[in-house]
């Protein structure tokens, strides 16, 4: 299976401040990657596919960059719904695989 | 607009066979290039995918799960199901049934589980 490991564990932050979190795959998966949003007893919600391409009804503070190994999640203004638990995943090779999440977290 | 909603009971004793149904509503199951998924999600912890069916009815399974379980379709009813067997108090999650939508982009396929589930809650215990 593909490991996928994400970083910052957690982090805590401000309302208007620009937050990235990191997410590394064991090996290469090109840009076979997502990134989904989960809310306390809610399910996820997908955010980027392909690892840059904007989900239809996501805000555009948010952006995914990256291929390979190595992707990224950008928040550019954190705003107070966006307290949330952040993962990626990938879809590149069976079974399709999560990071242990990126908690985000109202400094 | 798609919806998802998982059923079933919230409690398995063990050894036994965990059963869900996932009704879909806004899309027939049987028509596109979909994949209908199952994920869970023990408290606390992480996402785990299961597994999925094409429309077809061709299945994919975690390698890690494989040997438990059977996803199926019933397009009849417009719903798709989940059976996981010999469980035990790990399979205790909350379950998510949802949509693997394939795009195209730039010549490759890519797959993305964008309509979800609420999720149900299973506990494994006797």
């Known amino acids: 299976d593909i490991q996928m490991t994400q970083s910052p564990s957690s982090l805590s932050a401000s309302v208007r401040d620009r937050v990235t979190v990191t997410c590394r795959a064991s090996?290469?998966?090109?840009?076979?990657l997502n990134w989904f949003q989960q809310k306390p007893g809610k399910a996820p919600k997908l955010l980027i596919y392909a690892a840059s391409n904007l989900q239809i009804g996501v805000p555009s503070r948010f952006s995914g960059s990256g291929s390979g190994t190595d992707f990224t999640l950008t928040i550019s203004s954190l705003q107070p719904e966006d307290f949330a638990t952040y993962y990626c995943?990938?879809?590149?090779?069976?079974?399709?695989?999560f990071g242990q999440g990126t908690r985000v977290e109202i400094k | 607009q798609v919806q998802l909603q998982e059923s079933g009971p919230g409690l398995v004793k063990p050894s036994q066979t965990l059963s869900l149904t996932c009704t879909v509503s806004?899309?027939?199951?049987?028509?596109?290039?979909?994949?209908w998924t199952w994920v869970r999600q023990p408290a606390g912890k992480g996402l785990e995918w299961i597994g999925r069916i094409f429309t077809n009815g061709s299945t994919t399974y975690n390698p890690s799960l494989k040997s438990r379980v059977t996803i199926s379709l019933d397009t009849s009813k417009n719903h798709f199901s989940l059976k996981l067997s010999s469980v035990t108090a790990t399979d205790t999650a909350v379950y998510y049934c949802?949509?693997?939508?394939?795009?195209?982009?730039?010549?490759?396929?890519?797959?993305?589980?964008?309509?979800w589930g609420q999720g149900t809650m299973v506990t494994v215990s006797s």
């Open positions: 949802a949509r693997d939508r394939v795009t195209y982009y730039y010549g490759s396929e890519h797959d993305a589980l964008d309509f």
């Open positions: 806004g899309r027939s199951i049987s028509r596109g290039h979909y994949f």
């Open positions: 995943q990938q879809t590149y090779s069976p079974p399709w695989t």
């Open positions: 090996q290469s998966i090109s840009n076979y």
